[in-house]
């Protein structure tokens, strides 16, 4: 007696989404793994170390220290900074929007190389390693700005009741960030040699940016350079974030032109993302 044969079924994979934009519920369906990389990339970048999440600290403080003597006492730039405003709170209140800049850039960009046995041998939406990776440098954000906060109040400046408006300074910094490192991951699957312009580009934005010195509101200036500047995504919010820690008045024009300009970046760096998504697992 012969057995019969079983049907051959075909199995036709697409993708879910035919717009370029990704599942999101699917990513709110894996937001637990989104959690547990987060966790493991803040575990990792803090084992053996003998300070742990202090190194959050010590980086900032250290970094206002050499740029107070070098550049506020040194050059001078102390005169022309922020006035009534010691250079040291200015500066540290940049350099800490600054530094989780350039941290969640440089993790979310390496992100999927770093992490491509898994991208390999498992599916999840890869969109959770650079979202995770920009999570985990919230977290040396939150260290640090509750060290600037003591510090901001021993040196006399308190901050005011405007500290309710930091949540669209960090929405700002995230769009610009996340857009980036989405886009800079999945070009660094097929071009590594991505993994080495990244840093050269942080070291050149830091200098770009209105970070070590201080710019005058886009509204008291529409000359092209004024203009050019806040065409830098990160001048904005940054800005913005000096402005309400210092008790300035705050550049909404500045703002407005940044984030619409970050706002823009994600949603390239998304499309481009999703659209080589597929490739990962081959050449990764």
């Given at each position: ?22 599942d999101?519920?699917?990513?709110w ?5 989104l ?31 050499v740029m ?21 709170v ?29 991208v ?20 040396d954000?939150a ?64 200098f770009?940016?209105?970070v ?73």
């Amino acid at each position: 007696m012969t057995t019969p044969r079983r049907a051959l079924v075909a199995v036709d994979i697409r993708p879910l989404s035919s717009h370029l934009t990704p599942d999101w519920a699917e990513l709110w369906a894996y937001r637990d793994l989104l959690w547990m990389f987060a966790v493991r990339d803040v575990q990792v970048r803090y084992k053996q170390t003998l300070f742990g999440v202090a190194w959050a600290i010590v980086q900032p403080v250290m970094m206002m220290v050499v740029m107070t003597l070098i550049f506020g006492k040194g050059l001078g730039l102390e005169d022309t900074y922020i006035p009534g405003v010691p250079y040291a709170v200015g500066y540290l209140a940049a350099q800490i929007v600054w530094s989780f800049f350039a941290a969640a850039l440089t993790s979310s960009a390496n992100s999927l190389v770093a992490n491509a046995a898994i991208v390999r041998k498992a599916y999840f939406p890869r969109l959770l390693l650079p979202l995770a990776a920009t999570s985990t440098a919230m977290v040396d954000f939150a260290v640090a700005f509750v060290v600037y906060l003591v510090v901001t109040v021993t040196m006399g400046v308190v901050p005011d009741s405007r500290l309710l408006l930091l949540p669209l300074v960090l929405i700002g910094t995230a769009i610009t960030t996340l857009g980036l490192g989405l886009w800079l991951s999945a070009l660094m699957v097929t071009y590594r040699d991505v993994r080495f312009v990244v840093p050269y580009c942080v070291q050149v934005g830091f200098f770009v940016t209105p970070v070590i010195w201080w710019e005058q509101p886009l509204a008291t200036r529409l000359d092209p350079w004024g203009v050019l500047l806040y065409l830098n995504p990160i001048s904005g919010p940054l800005t913005t974030f000096r402005d309400i820690m210092t008790g300035q008045p705050i550049d909404w024009a500045g703002w407005a032109v940044s984030t619409s300009v970050g706002v823009a970046v994600l949603v390239f760096g998304l499309r481009y993302f999703v659209r080589t998504e597929a490739l990962f697992a081959d050449v990764a």
